[in-house]
């Protein structure tokens, strides 16, 4: 179902992108040199929050999840930098013959920075300006600290049966991401936008033998790459 | 202005956006209480049949208890069992005991933890398998990582029984050649009393014996031996008889076995039998003859 959905978003996209690539055919036809108003200063801050970690928090017993997002526009570029956090909980004390017994809770943070780039082409200035509308690719270098801990009950008939547990205290991980998205004006100076995530080049340091359940900003933690998505509301902050 | 698909997709984009949530809260990954760990080591018996093979090995009869002696498992005609590890340890020693020998198995293990789901539960990896003590002629671990899948297709850990059957020992055979007019001889086992059978280092195999075949170890530091027989004829004379073998000393290193001295390339120096043959020039246990002496 997860490729399904990447392959969903990545024809969304990929219909935007190209569209801007039309647009940007129909520019480069025309030979005019680029002009960016405001050299290489930032045009405006884009402060933005994400609106799929509200719904999950609130649809999800098991989680709570908050991600935010900030973008600076300069010309057709976007450094940009998120920062969310993760608690979750899970919990089986029912199916103790199964093996299932189990407590598990995490907490942690998250952030990532990186630079996008605006692929979208205003033929009207014949410029790809990041503080307007954009469709962007970027890569992105992505951080998490968490600390986890699970408690569960082992049931063995040759063997003792016990509870065993296990922690992870200021597990660090890392990873690479290639971000894909859009950013669109509703109204002045109000955004919505999506980014999609690979993520991949995952790795952990100083952790025990519990593989944590959730990585905050990354996913499952089993995984070494996967997909992630981010529907985002932004306000903008013109500097000019 | 901008292209009028791109105007369209923002016209339409809160709609698509809210399609897309949608589409996307379907697809919410959902976690499989079914994979591949477990925490049963698979081990499989074979037989090292010479440097480069081996065969799967069948054991008459295996039982196996823990250490302190709880029954495992039981079987006959066995060639692959499951011995189960501890889930709450990282150590297991196991009695695997057949007809003959009881051995020791000691395996260590990682163990790794991970939350499938609320309802699937916790499952654990076990890992980096490795032997700290054994018994058996050579054990080796063929796959660390301990899955269903090494269960179903092959084996975490290979006991090698080493086939030791290279001897020091010279079998002799004693025929009697019969004459026959027309026709090749007629030949047939002969039984002989020998008032001695000695060697080169004094040592005596027969001594007023009657025998039909001799098994005589040859001398390990050199490379040639001989052998001296005395028998009493009919009619009352002392007849001599010398062997004079030779022989080529190696050392076999058979894959995880101990090194054997091995005795092959057998020939005579000298004779003074009617005649004689070889039929294995190897020395090995389970050649039933070397030389055929014919008198």
């Known amino acids: 179902m997860q490729k399904i959905s990447a392959y ?96 598990y809770s995490s907490q942690g943070s ?48 040759l063997y003792t049966s016990a509870t065993l547990s296990q922690s992870n205290n200021k597990l660090g991980a890392w990873w690479l991401e290639m971000n894909a998205g859009v950013k669109i004006q509703i109204v002045r100076n109000i955004f919505l936008g999506y980014t999609l995530r690979y993520k991949f080049f995952r790795r952990l340091a100083g952790g025990s033998s519990l593989i944590p359940y959730e990585i905050p900003g990354f996913g499952r933690g089993i995984r070494e790459n996967g997909f992630g998505f981010d529907y985002y509301i932004y306000y903008r902050i013109p500097f000019r | 202005m901008k292209h009028n698909t791109f105007l369209w997709a923002k016209n339409h984009f809160l709609l698509i956006s ?67 590890l501890d889930p709450t340890g990282k150590q297991v020693r196991f009695l695997i005991i057949q007809d003959t020998a009881t051995d020791v198995l000691e395996l260590t293990y990682n163990r790794e933890q991970q939350v499938i789901s609320a309802e699937c539960g916790v499952d654990q990896r076990y890992y980096d398998l490795d032997i700290t003590q054994q018994s058996f002629d050579s054990v080796e671990v063929v796959e660390s990582e301990i899955t269903k899948a090494t269960n179903a297709q092959g084996s975490n850990v290979a006991i090698y029984f080493c086939q030791y059957d290279l001897d020091d020992t010279v079998k002799l055979n004693f025929y009697q050649r019969i004459p026959r007019l027309n026709n090749p001889p007629t030949i047939r086992a002969d039984t002989l009393v020998f008032t001695s059978v000695t060697d080169d280092r004094g040592n005596v195999w027969a001594a007023s014996d009657t025998v039909s075949s001799l098994r005589i170890p040859i001398n390990p530091e ?54 004689l043959a070889f039929s294995n020039i190897i020395l090995d246990q389970n050649n039933a003859e070397n030389i055929s002496i014919f008198y």
């Open chain 1, 8 to 103: 969903f978003i990545s024809l969304l996209l990929c219909g935007w992108i190209g569209t801007a690539s039309c647009l940007g055919q129909q520019a480069d036809s025309v030979q005019q040199k680029k002009y960016y108003e405001g050299g290489f200063s930032p045009s405006a801050l884009r402060l933005g929050v994400s609106l799929n970690n509200i719904i999950q928090t609130f649809a999800d017993t098991q989680g709570d999840y908050l991600g935010f997002q900030a973008d600076l526009p300069i010309r057709q570029f976007m450094l940009s930098v998120d920062y969310g956090r993760a608690t979750v909980q899970l919990a089986n004390q029912q199916d103790v013959l199964l093996n299932r017994n189990f407590a």
């Open chain 1, 110 to 157: 998250f952030f990532r920075f990186g630079i996008d780039a605006n692929l979208l082409k205003d033929k009207e200035k014949n410029n790809n300006d990041a503080r307007g509308d954009v469709i962007f690719f970027g890569l992105k270098y992505a951080h998490s600290r968490l600390d986890d801990a699970l408690t569960f009950t082992v049931q063995d008939t």
């Open chain 2, 18 to 84: 809210l399609l897309s949530l949608f589409v996307l809260a379907a697809c919410e990954d959902q976690a499989s209480c079914v994979n591949d760990n477990t925490s049963e080591v698979s081990i499989a018996f074979y037989k090292i049949t010479d440097a480069v093979q081996r065969t799967q090995e069948t054991v008459p009869f295996l039982e196996v208890t823990t250490a302190d002696g709880r029954f495992v498992y039981s079987g006959e005609n066995v060639n692959k069992f499951k011995l189960p």
């Open chain 2, 222 to 275: 050199a490379s040639q031996t001989a052998l001296f027989f005395a028998r009493q004829l009919a009619d009352g004379t002392l007849e001599q008889d010398t062997l004079e073998l030779r022989y080529r000393t190696t050392t076999v290193q058979l894959a995880r076995c101990l090194p054997q001295t091995r005795y092959d390339q057998l020939d005579t120096l000298r004779y003074t039998f009617d005649s």
